[in-house]
Nanobody, 125 residues
C-alpha cells in the first residue's frame, strides 16, 4: 500500500556527506520495516541499512558501518540515510524499501513489498 520515493542523490567528492530522503505516499511507514539498498553497475542489489518497526533496531551493511546512519520520522512520513565519509565505492543507485519483513531477515530483498525508483549517488575520487 505505501509507496516510497527517494530523493537527495547527487554528485559529491570523496570524503563528503550526503543525506538521502525517502518519503512515503499512499500510506505511512507505520507497521513496516524500512531499509536502504543500493545497486552499482554489474553488482547485485546490496543491503545498506535498515530499521525495524518492531524494536526500532538499526542494521547496517559491513561496508557502511560507522559512516552511514539510518533514521525515521514516522510523523513526517520520512526515512533518511545520512551518508558521511563517502567513498568512490559508494557510487550506486540507492533505493528505499518497505516491508513487513521479520527482523531477522531485514537484510534480504525478498522481505520488502514496495520499492522506490532509486536515486543516483555518484562519488568522485
Amino acid at each position: 500500500q505505501v509507496q516510497p520515493g527517494e530523493s537527495g542523490g547527487g554528485l559529491v567528492q570523496a570524503g563528503e556527506s550526503l543525506r538521502l530522503s525517502c518519503a512515503a505516499s499512499g500510506g505511512t511507514f507505520n507497521g513496516y520495516s524500512t531499509s536502504w539498498f543500493r545497486q552499482a553497475p554489474g553488482k547485485e542489489r546490496e543491503f545498506v541499512a535498515g530499521i525495524s518497526w518492531v524494536g526500532n533496531y538499526q542494521y547496517y551493511g559491513d561496508s557502511v558501518k560507522g559512516r552511514f546512519t539510518i533514521s525515521r520520522d514516522n510523523a513526517k512520513l520520512m526515512m533518511y540515510l545520512q551518508m558521511n565519509s563517502l567513498k568512490f565505492e559508494d557510487t550506486a543507485v540507492y533505493y528505499c524499501a518497505a516491508g513487513r519483513t521479520i527482523t531477522s531477515q531485514i537484510r534480504a530483498t525478498a522481505g520488502y513489498s514496495t520499492w522506490g525508483q532509486g536515486t543516483q549517488v555518484t562519488v568522485s575520487s
